[in-house]
């Protein structure tokens, strides 16, 4: 057998429906809770609990934290073989501070996940990814193989600025083309480059985003006010956001809209279900602290 068809049966062999890529860490917080996160692995997560079977490929250390995700990852019954071990670095590490009640983020670096090296994945039905993990050249040729070898899947972006990491070079490339663009109102002023942009009145921004990217879907998020669809897919809006029975904090309220997105993309939902569900979702996360929880319970919705 030649070598190129060697190749293409290692690549057919490692095609998974769902494949999420990025970054998996560890979120400090200021009273010295270290808990598991990373917006890949948070949605990662979440699609299991909702009964997917994503792979997630990034990359820890060889630590004690690394070691602590992987338990916790075969625990949850996630798929562990995307997962790379870099012993050369350390498991990503987040110190998340809050302003006003809004997380604000310390981003350490190098970490393991800014070296994922190519393993000949690809993805069938939906890739998902964002910004972050392509900060660094090695990740960033990593995802790029990726998305080649995904030419028939469904491309979910979530934007997930994060300075300085949030390069307008990177992020202008990569938001071209995308089937979905998941991004805040505060990103989507960013993007525009306005100073204003309501949420009541954002359709034709997002109309002009829209048609200067060639992007189909976009999922806009705006904490309270609830979020939008706003595409090919449909439209749909979920405003206000469903009350909160308590708040604990909103890391990961993101990140469970996106997981709950791609899931009912996966089945056929409608936007105005997808949107209605995600806003529920997103409410009970806010009850928690941190982004993902261990009981199977919790991720069970309409």
């Given at each position: ?152 899947a469904i491309r979910f972006f979530d934007v997930n600025l994060r300075p300085p990491y949030d390069s307008p070079d990177l992020l202008r490339t990569w938001m071209q083309g995308a089937d979905w663009l ?55 809006v979920c405003s206000p956001a469903p009350p909160l029975a308590r708040l604990a904090d909103t890391v990961g309220a993101g990140d469970s809209i996106s997981a709950v997105a791609i899931d009912g993309i996966l089945r056929g939902r409608s936007a105005p ?30």
């Amino acid at each position: 057998m030649k070598r190129a068809e060697n190749a293409v049966l290692i690549d057919a062999a490692r095609t998974v429906p769902v494949l999420v890529f990025g970054e998996v860490l560890v979120d400090a917080f200021p009273d010295g809770r270290r808990v598991l996160g990373g917006a890949p692995f948070n949605v990662a997560w979440g699609l299991k609990g909702f009964g997917q079977d994503p792979l997630l490929v990034g990359a820890v250390g060889a630590d004690a934290d690394g070691r602590r995700i992987r338990d916790q990852m075969a625990a949850w019954g996630l798929r562990r073989d995307g997962l790379q071990t870099d012993p050369a670095q350390a498991t990503g590490e987040v110190r998340v501070d809050f302003r006003a009640g809004e997380p604000r983020y310390d981003i350490c670096r190098p970490r393991a996940w800014d070296f994922i090296r190519d393993e000949g994945f690809g993805a069938a039905r939906v890739l998902c990814h964002g910004l972050l993990a392509l900060r660094g050249e090695t990740s960033r040729k990593t995802f790029a193989a990726i998305r080649e070898r995904s030419a028939g899947a469904i491309r979910f972006f979530d934007v997930n600025l994060r300075p300085p990491y949030d390069s307008p070079d990177l992020l202008r490339t990569w938001m071209q083309g995308a089937d979905w663009l998941k991004l805040n109102l505060d990103e989507l002023k960013t993007v525009l480059g306005e100073k204003t942009v309501s949420f009541a009145g954002c359709e034709a921004h997002l109309d002009r985003l829209r048609a200067a990217y060639g992007v189909r879907n976009v999922l806009l998020t705006a904490g309270a006010e609830g979020l939008r669809i706003h595409g090919e897919y449909g439209h749909a809006v979920c405003s206000p956001a469903p009350p909160l029975a308590r708040l604990a904090d909103t890391v990961g309220a993101g990140d469970s809209i996106s997981a709950v997105a791609i899931d009912g993309i996966l089945r056929g939902r409608s936007a105005p279900d997808i949107a209605a569900a995600a806003g529920r979702f997103a409410s009970k996360i806010c009850g928690l602290h941190g982004a993902v929880t261990e009981e199977k319970e919790f991720y069970r919705h309409e």
